[in-house]
């Protein structure tokens, strides 16, 4: 397996439990997968359990294996909780530990969404340590089913008091984001990503974030 982009310290074991996965379900000897990684590590955005996902959604293509949606999913969810998230396109809603997914309609007119990274490598482990979860408000789903905008700030994430303690400037991006326009900022899983969501395009040169905004752009 090689790599390009940005560095993976070891090796990336989702991507190889992937493939072998694939590949004990196949006749193909071997193979030789390139991944070129450009989702920040420590991000809190999936990119691991993502490139798990992808590899299992293309080698049943090339392999020619035609397993279903859930069949993937459920070899996906042997290689980590949000990894059936990636199996299909769109959006859903995420319940257990992130592995039952039920379909939604996306909300209309388009939202524009904007991710912020500061570097920052949080430790999933550590998140995890020291996370203090709360029960779901009452009703959120139904809430955001008929009414997106407002039913969304029922949401929050339960890792935020914690990095925001370690670490003030994910506090003060959110408050940027809030400050610039979105209707909705928080914390994007364990951290460190930060995410606005915002009702129309937001100009890069808007922001003052520099090399720190990874992505600018429409989200249905």
């Known amino acids: 397996m090689r790599s390009t982009g940005i560095p993976i310290p070891g090796e990336d074991k989702l991507v190889r439990g992937a493939a072998q996965k694939m590949l004990e379900l196949s006749d193909f000897p071997g193979l030789d997968i390139h991944l070129h990684k450009q989702i920040p590590m420590g991000g809190g955005l999936g990119g691991g359990s993502s490139d798990a996902a992808f590899t299992l959604r293309l080698l049943n293509e090339v392999f020619r294996t035609d397993l279903p949606a859930s069949r993937l999913e459920s070899l996906a969810l042997t290689l980590g909780s949000d990894c059936p998230f990636f199996i299909e396109d769109g959006w859903r809603f995420g319940s257990g530990r992130g592995e039952v997914l039920t379909p939604f309609i996306p909300p209309t007119p388009k939202i524009f969404?904007?991710?912020?990274?500061?570097?920052i490598h949080l430790s999933t482990a550590a998140a995890?340590?020291?996370?203090?979860?709360?029960?779901?408000?009452?009703?959120?789903?139904?809430?955001i089913e008929e009414d997106f905008f407002s039913g969304i700030e029922l949401l929050r994430n339960d890792f935020e008091p914690y990095a925001f303690?370690?670490?003030?400037?994910?506090?003060e991006i959110k408050g940027t984001l809030t400050d610039k326009g979105a209707f909705y900022a928080a914390m994007s899983g364990s951290g460190s990503t930060m995410f606005g969501l915002f009702r129309e395009e937001v100009l890069s040169t808007d922001l003052p974030f520099g090399d720190q905004l990874i992505s600018a752009s429409f989200l249905n």
């Open 128 to 143: 995890f340590s020291k996370i203090d979860p709360r029960p779901a408000p009452e009703g959120w789903k139904k809430a």
């Open 165 to 171: 303690k370690e670490y003030p400037v994910l506090n």
């Open 113 to 119: 969404a904007v991710l912020v990274n500061p570097g």
